[in-house]
């Protein structure tokens, strides 16, 4: 190895990019020098020449001496004696300073003030660097609020700034929310039909969903992600490849409960008109969801009701005074994302093949740009728009939070955070400095994918993430949370170690890295606390060894999902005691076969035809452990009495799906989990599932609308056996 490589390895490993893994199939993985130097290069980092790579190398090895204060720290609340250490250059001492100030500006904009002698400070370590010497003392600290506020420390001249953030040891938690087990529903909100919508699930429909919902006994109602996607490019459909993980997706607003759609005239002609009924109806009629269609007929109407709404004396004064107010609240970041769509669709009116800001000219590929500045000026009226949906969005999901108040809920939303990003979106434009653009998340090889998965999903840098206080994390969390009474973080796993694979490297070449987890728990642990809201960490996949107990101690409930909670040198089901009261557990996910899908072998079935098995010997192996996997569930359902001898042939496991989905429900509702989930697709016995990872067209993912209509939903018979079965098993 030369010396260049050596140091890029060097400055990678002082940066967090682990030096080697293991993969799922025990062989050692040593990352490739090039994928060091292109992931170094898009976080930033100059690797010209040796001479500036050991300069970078000696500035982060010294930092924590040479800064008199860290960038961000964090105590907890409970803490007796919070402190924090600083390091002081001795030579300062010389100059006749005795004294440090210390001030910190709480959140609520109060100052407390403190002269302290530094010779009374309990000194840590010393440590001399280039002939200076520098000391670490313990500075103690008073006793404070939880929440974000600013330190300062100032000697003569030289001031440090700190992000001085109080958290709670733990998060909210189930048991607060309520004392019994309980269960709820889980849906993919664009997947419901109903007479009114527009050929996709709406937030009316979650109003109708959550009011039936708790008639029936349910706790919650679980979402796929809400966040925002590409208003001008709906054929981007992923709810887990946002543009942003702040503000929500617009095409889930219900046009006709819009305020002004009914006095709107010309609203009400273009509603109205044969042709617009017509696409109406096929929109409605159509087997999978039209999302180019559905937007075109949503926001036809929408541009109409703006223009009415922004007219002088056309609208309610109220509503509009409730608009100004939630623009003011939500200050840049809206107007950011305004902005940005405004640019997206400016953009591709000029060339629809243009996707992403990075084809943008140069002047506009920053929001910080004398041409972003005047393009703002030039068009006011646009970006309001796009702010006046966000508004319409936010009151909608608004009203859905406080009607599972209403209907005695004692949980409410259970909504879904995405991992990250899509790198074309306006959080990677808007905050360039913590998005590691270029760069993507993915997951390394396994058995079933091979060459790895490159999710596409833009990485945030976990130094410049707690330079800036975690700033992005809280808004991501804060903005989910103000409607949620629990929140499922997607991939929890990779807020301890994230897969990240460089520009133009495969997904097997990818590198892990290190982020703070103890400070994002601590955040996330504010922000639940804050906000009264649940948080659980979907933990699948391959745990590190004390991951589990560190998510716990924490007070974040983990996900438990019936195909996985198996003695894997056996393959028996865990019995429903072993599951852990601080859980949250279900049948299945919306990456994984429904429970008559995976009775039926369905999903083996996709993989085969297209092609996704590695080898013929795993295909034949997987087609024999399933016949087994129904031995074995049949055998679990039947020892601790949730199926009946008389409901299934032992020998040729002949069952009808009402006795096997009830069963399996009765098993989950036996475990020790706190909160039991029932995918909408499960209660209604569907065979296929909503998302095949690893496929884009080749598999209708995103796009299946429930077969049953929300009018008809719960005269379903399957669905008034699970809700007769959960009552009678988990009693509210």
């Known amino acids: 190895m030369n010396t260049t490589s050596h140091l890029i390895e060097q400055l990678a490993q002082l940066i967090g990019f682990h030096k080697n893994y293991t993969n799922s199939f025990g062989i050692n993985q040593v990352p490739k020098v090039e994928a060091l130097e292109s992931l170094l290069n898009a976080m930033g980092y100059n690797l010209t020449n040796e001479l500036l790579l050991a300069e970078q190398i000696k500035t982060l090895e010294e930092k924590e001496w040479r800064t008199v204060l860290p960038t961000t720290h964090i105590v907890k609340s409970i803490d007796k004696k919070p402190s924090v250490q600083i390091s002081i250059n001795d030579e300062i001492l010389s100059f006749g300073f005795k004294t440090l100030n210390l001030e910190i500006r709480t959140e609520q904009g109060q100052s407390v ?8 400070l309990e000194l840590i370590e010393k440590k001399t660097l280039s002939d200076k010497l520098f000391s670490k003392y313990n500075v103690f600290l008073p006793q404070l609020d939880e929440g974000y506020h600013q330190l300062s420390i100032e000697m003569g001249a030289q001031q440090s700034n700190c992000h001085l953030i109080v958290a709670p040891k733990t998060c909210f938690s189930a048991e607060e929310a309520c004392d019994k087990k309980v269960w709820g529903y889980t849906a993919q909100l664009y997947s419901i039909q109903s007479k009114h919508n527009f050929g996709m699930g709406d937030f009316t429909d979650l109003n109708n969903l959550i009011i039936n919902a708790a008639k029936y006994g349910a706790s919650t109602i679980g979402l796929n992600p809400l966040h925002p996607l590409y208003q001008n490019n709906p054929a981007h459909i992923s709810p887990y490849s946002p543009t942003s993980r702040c503000f929500l997706n617009t095409l889930y607003i219900d046009v006709q409960s819009v305020a002004n759609f009914s006095s709107c005239q010309l609203a009400q002609n273009k509603f109205t008109c044969d042709d617009f009924q017509t696409r109406l109806a096929n929109a409605r009629a159509s087997k999978l969801i039209s999302y180019t269609e559905v937007a075109a007929l949503k926001f036809e109407l929408l541009n109409i009701l703006f223009d009415d709404f922004s007219l002088p004396n056309n609208s309610n004064d109220a509503n509009k005074q409730n608009f100004i107010r939630y623009v003011e609240a939500q200050g840049d970041d809206l107007h950011t994302l305004a902005t940005f769509e405004t640019l997206y669709e400016h953009f591709r009116n000029i060339d629809s093949s243009i996707y992403d800001w990075k084809l943008w000219p140069t002047e506009y590929q920053s929001p910080y740009t004398k041409e972003v500045k005047e ?13 006046y949906l966000q508004w319409l969005a936010h009151q909608q999901l608004q009203k859905a939070a406080e009607l599972t108040k209403v209907n005695h809920m004692p949980i409410g939303l259970y909504l879904d955070l995405a991992v990250g990003c899509d790198g074309s979106g306006v959080d990677v434009w808007s905050n360039q400095d913590v ?20 999710w596409g999903l833009t990485p945030m840098n976990p130094v410049a993430l707690k330079d800036q206080g975690y700033l992005t994390l809280r808004k991501a969390l804060r903005c989910n949370m103000q409607y949620a009474g629990a929140l499922r973080i997607d991939h929890i796993l990779g807020l301890m170690r994230q897969y990240w694979i460089a520009p133009g490297s495969g997904a097997h070449e990818g590198i892990y890295i290190t982020y703070p987890l103890d400070d994002i728990l601590s955040i996330i642990a504010l922000e639940s606390r804050r906000a009264r809201c649940i948080v659980i960490g979907e ?3 391959t745990v590190p060894d004390g991951f589990g107990e560190i998510m716990a101690k924490s007070g974040l409930l983990s996900y438990k999902v019936l195909f996985f909670e198996r003695w894997w040198k056996t393959g028996l089901f865990k019995r429903p005691e072993l ?18 899908g995976w009775w039926a072998s ?4 996709w993989r085969r035809r297209l092609n996704l098995y590695p080898s013929e010997a795993l295909k034949e192996k997987e087609q024999t452990d399933r016949v087994n996997d129904r031995f074995r569930l049949i055998n679990a359902l039947k020892d601790v009495g949730a199926l009946s001898p008389n409901d299934i042939n032992d020998e040729t496991l002949d ?44 598999h209708p993912n995103w796009q299946q609308k429930l077969p049953v209509n929300l009018e008809d939903l719960w005269a379903t018979p399957s669905l008034i056996y699970i809700n007769n079965l959960l009552n009678e098993v988990r009693p509210k």
């Open 113 to 120: 003030k403190e002269c302290i002698e530094i010779t009374a």
């Open 375 to 387: 393009f703002q000026q030039k068009h006011k009226k646009r970006i309001q728009y796009f702010m």
């Open 435 to 454: 998005y590691v653009s270029g760069a993507s998340i993915g997951a390394p090889p396994d058995a079933m994918n091979t060459l790895g998965q490159n």
């Open 539 to 541: 933990d699948l996949g």
């Open 579 to 596: 599951y852990p009261s601080q859980s949250i557990a279900t049948v299945s996910t919306h990456d994984l076969p429904t429970l008559a």
């Open 602 to 605: 369905n999903d083996l079935d």
């Open 655 to 698: 069952i009808t799906h009402q006795s096997l989905n009830t069963a399996v429900q009765k098993f989950i509702a036996l475990t020790s989990s706190h909160i039991q989930l029932v995918p909408i697709e499960d209660a209604l016995e569907l065979l296929q599932q909503v998302n095949i990872p690893g496929t884009i067209d080749e």
